[in-house]
């Protein structure tokens, strides 16, 4: 089973894509420690108050996969300088 989340997320205390990067980079590093979850940042690169975010775990259990993409969820939403905007959540 393969699940796939797209997370588009605002960065209001970014001033510039250095500021970006640094947030970016260490919630990254922290999903793929904590949740061994594929992560790649996929659509405004160059925005530095917006991200959007592709994450995909493999399960050989749907209702693992799913709480393990809920506990992602959970987590970007502690990072209190990320609002996340639109998620959407596919099976595949």
């Not at 987590?75 to 300088?81: A, G, K, Q, V």
């Amino acid at each position: 089973m393969i699940l796939y989340l797209e997370v588009e997320c605002t960065i209001y205390a970014s001033f510039s894509l250095k500021d970006k990067r640094s947030v970016i980079k260490r919630m990254i590093a922290k999903l793929r420690k904590d949740f061994n979850v594929s992560v790649a940042e996929l659509e405004f690169q160059e925005l530095w108050q917006r991200a959007k975010l592709g994450i995909v775990t493999i399960s050989n259990e749907r209702l693992h996969a799913e709480q393990t993409l809920a506990a992602v969820i959970r987590t970007i939403d502690s990072f209190p300088e990320i609002e996340r905007t639109i998620t959407k959540q596919e099976i595949i």
